[in-house]
């Protein structure tokens, strides 16, 4: 919190001082970034204002927006040392604002987890009559791209895969194939989508999982997969890698 406030007074300080004193008729003086020293300034002043910028957004999209005129009236006011707040007073109302930026946040991101989980409902009702989905009884729908020839992995093994995973609306989240590296891990060390639905390929196979929001992340906000997103994967097993599990334990 107390960086968050630090941060905010130094973006504010900026703007406001590359506004201060400027009419609005008035030409900007000419850039000049020719020596080190100047392009350290001006270095300086550009990430305080992309914070800025970007912590201004974050707060607006939430809700609050700020009177910049009065962000830059504290500015010059604190500069010309006649502020109307103490020092005392401006941490107070900051972390006001820091408090209810952050109830703001859980408020959207609750509302937006009920709404991913309506939608995941829906989307799993429909998809289910769809001719070539099968349905566990867990709730994890698969559909058979291409089957192999291979063994079929145990939840004990470690497997090698190439997958791309996507949400609902089509956003990709993440994909071995962009990298150009599968990846390779435990059965017991993924998602329980994954546990499950890996079991059911043999090697050699590509599978479609559509994978319910209790079998994936359920109610975790990610960043990139919202709380209670349904999930589809396109997974291909290259290989059960058991063999090399036993040995190195050996």
């Known amino acids: 919190m107390k960086q968050t406030i630090k941060l905010s007074l130094v973006a504010a300080s900026v703007l406001a001082l590359a506004?201060?004193?400027?009419?609005?008729?008035?030409?900007?003086?000419?850039?000049?970034?020719?020596?080190?020293?100047?392009?350290?300034a001006y270095?300086?002043?550009?990430?305080?204002?992309?914070?800025?910028?970007?912590?201004?957004?974050d707060k607006k999209s939430f809700g609050i927006e700020l009177d910049q005129a009065l962000l830059k009236?504290?500015?010059e006011d604190a500069l010309a040392g006649s502020a109307q707040l103490d020092e005392a007073k401006i941490r107070e109302v900051l972390t006001a604002l820091d408090t209810s930026v952050r109830e703001k946040?859980?408020?959207?991101?609750?509302?937006?987890?009920e709404q991913n989980k309506a939608e995941g409902e829906k989307y799993l009702a429909e998809n289910a009559k769809k001719e070539g989905v099968l349905v566990t009884d867990s709730g994890l729908q698969y559909e058979v791209i291409s089957e192999g020839e291979g063994k079929k992995p145990l939840d004990t093994d470690v497997v090698k895969v190439h997958y791309k995973g996507t949400l609902l609306d089509g956003t990709e989240f993440d994909s071995s194939y962009a990298r150009n590296q599968p990846a390779t891990f435990g059965l017991r060390q993924v998602i329980k989508g994954w546990t499950e639905g890996l079991q059911l390929m043999p090697v050699g196979s590509k599978f479609k999982f559509t994978i319910p929001a209790e079998l994936g992340y359920g109610e975790r906000?990610?960043?990139?997969i919202p709380a209670n997103s349904t999930l589809i994967f396109e997974v291909e097993l290259l290989e059960i890698q058991e063999e090399e599990k036993k040995a190195e334990a050996e």
């Open 19 to 40: 506004a201060c004193n400027q009419k609005a008729e008035e030409k900007p003086a000419e850039l000049k970034l020719e020596t080190e020293a100047q392009q350290q």
């Open 43 to 57: 270095g300086i002043g550009a990430s305080v204002g992309n914070f800025l910028q970007k912590d201004l957004e």
């Open 73 to 75: 009236r504290g500015f």
């Open 105 to 113: 946040q859980a408020e959207k991101v609750k509302l937006e987890a």
């Open 221 to 224: 906000n990610l960043g990139k």
